[in-house]
């Protein structure tokens, strides 16, 4: 949707090796979402944000750290990828929890 | 933590068919969203339903919340190509956090 964009959008990494994945909106929305997409698995949640500073953990957690310094950006990193993690990634925004707006996804290949 | 099942996984229609789309909680649901994604694409918010019994209308979609709050049902009416896709709903507390189905993936056979 207009006003989210997310960096890279493709990805090649090695087990092992830290990656963080950016989101971006320029819409004030209070309300950012990471989620991974897996075959068979839909969207899970991963981290979520309500606010500057303020993050809660999703179903998919392990492994991912995020943070929100800023309204506009919120950060998902991976510590230590590993082959696993390989996915396609999904931020979204929204100004109410329930109406999301997802980015264009960031294809995350870990070799 | 709250699961919605959601049925059939995949569903293929003859272009004029109708199609329908089930979500299923075995616990009281305080919403629903629906979303498509066409193939390759992001998700895109449809619409939400609130409350008990709710039925809402957007052209050849029909969406249902069940009167106990538990399903919720998309119907799409007279089949088009353009809408192939996966169609997700999805359950959101007011704090934020979402559960997504598995989703239904839609193709339809011109």
């Known amino acids: 949707d207009a006003g989210i964009t997310q960096s890279p959008r493709h990805k090649v990494t090695e087990t092992g090796t830290p990656v963080t994945l950016r989101c971006h909106q320029t819409e004030n929305h209070r309300y950012m979402y990471w989620y991974r997409q897996d075959p068979g698995h839909g969207l899970r949640l991963i981290h979520y944000s309500y606010g500057v500073k303020d993050t809660d953990k999703g179903e998919v957690s392990d492994g991912y750290s995020v943070s929100r310094s800023k309204t506009e950006d919120f950060l998902l990193t991976l510590e230590s990828a590993t082959s696993s993690q390989t996915s396609v990634y999904f931020c979204?925004?929204?100004?109410?929890?329930?109406?999301?707006?997802f980015g264009p996804g960031t294809r995350l290949t870990v070799l | 933590g709250q699961q919605v099942m959601q049925i059939p996984q995949y569903q293929h229609v003859q272009e004029g068919e109708d199609f329908t789309t089930y979500c299923n909680s075995s616990t009281t649901l305080s919403n629903i969203q629906w979303y498509k994604q066409r193939p390759g694409g992001h998700p895109v918010f449809l619409i939400q339903l609130v409350k008990s019994g709710e039925v809402k209308k957007q052209k050849r979609l029909t969406f249902q919340f069940g009167e106990a709050k538990k399903n919720s049902s998309l119907h799409i009416t007279a089949t088009q190509t353009t809408d192939v896709g996966t169609y997700f709903c999805?359950?959101?507390?007011?704090?934020?956090?979402?559960?997504f189905g598995d989703g239904t993936t839609l193709t339809v056979k011109p």
């Open positions: 979204a925004m929204g100004t109410m929890p329930y109406e999301q707006f």
């Open positions: 999805a359950e959101n507390t007011n704090a934020g956090k979402s559960t």
